[in-house]
């Protein structure tokens, strides 16, 4: 079972890798609120998106007449069914309302926009593709920014500033949990990474990154010195002891997957996972 998170009040969100589905469940009597299919992850579907649990009414038509209907501080969930694209149209809908778009892309990523954070006066068609290890940053910068941590490359596809905020989630690994995920942006004006933003993973492996801005980027989860250099010691004492010449291994570090989040209200995510916004002049995110 993939990892858990705390959704509102006693009620948790859990994506289940090997049934597909997610379901919503009390933590204290363990009984099952909901139970919803989800695209297996690299799912294109048809590109007919929908809300979720109502997969009957598909196209932009249907999800625009939702988000209109929709009430204040409410949550509209899209299942993006293999489009990659959201009309500007779906999102002036909630501009200046306080109501949060969340868009599943499939393939464990997901986007949210609050229309109380929409800046331009009439927003564009949007690409919110992610494409994960994407190679557009000089492998040899990254790794000697990354100096010897656990680092992941990822670019947005969406050429320039969105005219919003867009709150991207990553899982980095419950292995990681209290370590710093830090967040460069690669200038390519100036050739360099620039650090833009710091954040420590969750019990959950869990690192939220609001984007203002489309580019290359780099993550890099740098290792906690007090747990580490402790564990490396006990391992270079056992080592000493036994004769053993076993080399040091680092902490596990498999690919990162980008993990379905299921997001009721812009406060709940800022209270929960204290998402800081990563830079705010216009070259960065």
Known sequence: MGSTFRETGSRTVSRLRKRRSRHRQCVVCGFVMETAEIPAAGSQGDGAPFIRNDAEEKGWAAVKAAVEKAAGNSTVDIVMNGAVLVPGEILNAVKGRDITLVFDMGDG???????????????????????????GIPEDMARNVAAGNTYRQFSLTHNGDFGFTATLFLDLGKENQGRQAVLYYYNKETGNLETVGRRQITENGIAGFVFTHA????????????????????????????????????????????????IYGLAAILAGFGIFIAGKRHHRP
């Open 109 to 135: 990523v997901v986007w949210s926009v609050n229309g109380k954070q929409m800046t331009a006066a009439q927003a564009g068609d949007i690409d919110f593709s992610v494409k994960k290890d994407s190679g």
């Open 215 to 262: 580019s290359d980027y780099l993550v890099v989860i740098e290792k906690n010195a007090d747990t580490d250099s402790s564990e490396e010691s006990g391992q270079e004492n056992k080592n000493s002891d036994t004769g053993s010449e076993t080399a040091l291994t680092s902490p596990a570090t498999g690919d990162i997957q980008f993990i379905w989040v299921a």
